[in-house]
């Protein structure tokens, strides 16, 4: 990509940083109101660059301006009818492009790229921290005897996590995007984020070996005992759909499903709003669904949602039962 250039410009009144493309007459590919701290994209597809550009210049310019918002010229087909050559055509009045708000995303450092964790990364953070509670004489033991020291309930979360996220891997040779461990402003997290063609998928693990599970319109039973996992699996996608639609921008929907692991048998009494699968089919049940972003809004979003700054941004505090 093009080495963007940025010019600061200013008269009474106003105050501007422009980010241009290359040479003495560069194309504008954005440009800041540094009195608002509006960021105009000019040209989308320069636009993760641009944002750099201009952070970068606002850090180290001395300058005090106010917290970036980033404003998207959306871009729709027209359409045109050749003019006749015997009759004058009327001249086209033209129209105001609409504008759309969204929220300034900063730099991401390395640290703050969801992209990076692995699955089960929440619950295997937790056990790292419970482990150091223990003397290092019971560490050094648990280590020798490959044990590790938690309660069986996490453990047994941690790896349905693991055979999910393992079972997703296929997914992104096909052009999807996952990430895993989604930490939240609650203290929990959401196990897995999958974004392709048909859409954005939450997808909650829940591990049982051996148990027999039936599901309702309201309620997931496992061994006849009642769980709350479809209640708190619409939640998770509800408020992420709204997140993900404020930062991209556009409506983006949001999926969930319930990823069942080890069960002997899954039974279906009701056909709930949350769709619940046999983990080890969860890459074919999600490639089944119908497309509706292309390549280019696959993208967009799999940038918005590895950022964990989005994700701290994150009101009210979630449900989760493990």
Request: proline share 9%.
């Amino acid at each position: 990509m093009e080495e963007l250039t940025v010019k600061p410009w200013r008269v009474p009144g106003k105050w501007r940083l422009y980010v241009n493309k290359p040479g003495v007459r560069g194309d504008s590919v954005a440009w800041l109101d540094c009195l608002s701290g509006v960021v105009t994209i000019d040209i989308p597809e320069f636009e993760a660059v641009a944002l750099a550009r201009i952070e970068e210049w606002c850090r180290s310019s001395g300058n005090t301006v106010p917290p970036r918002t980033v404003r998207r010229r959306e871009e729709g087909a027209r359409s045109r009818t050749k003019p006749s050559a015997s009759q004058p055509q009327p001249q086209p009045q033209p129209q105001p492009q609409p504008q759309v708000s969204v929220p300034f995303l900063p730099p991401m450092p390395d640290e703050d790229d969801l992209a990076r964790n692995l699955p089960g990364a929440g619950l295997e953070s937790l056990v790292r921290e419970g482990e150091e509670r223990y003397s290092l004489l019971v560490r050094l033991a648990a280590r020798v005897s490959r044990q590790r020291l938690a309660d069986m309930a996490t453990l047994r979360g941690l790896e349905g996590e693991q055979l999910v996220g393992a079972r997703l891997e296929p997914l992104k040779a096909v052009g999807w995007r996952v990430l895993h461990g989604i930490p939240l402003p609650s203290g929990s997290d959401i196990d897995h984020v999958v974004i392709g063609p048909p859409g954005v998928f939450t997808v909650n693990s829940k591990h049982h070996p051996g148990a027999t599970v039936w599901v309702g319109d309201k309620i997931v039973k496992v061994n006849r005992n009642g769980f709350p996992y479809l209640e708190n699996s619409e939640f998770e996608a509800r408020r992420t759909a709204r997140l993900l639609t404020e930062w991209c921008g556009f409506e983006v929907p949001v999926h969930p499903v319930i990823a069942v692991v080890g069960a002997q048998k899954i039974t279906y009494g009701a056909t709930p709003a949350v769709e619940v699968v046999d983990g080890e089919q969860i890459a074919s049940v999600l490639a089944a669904h119908q497309g509706e972003f292309p390549p280019n809004r696959v993208d967009r979003i799999f940038t918005i949602a590895r950022h964990r700054h989005v994700w701290s941004q994150l009101g009210g505090h979630g449900k989760k039962s493990r």
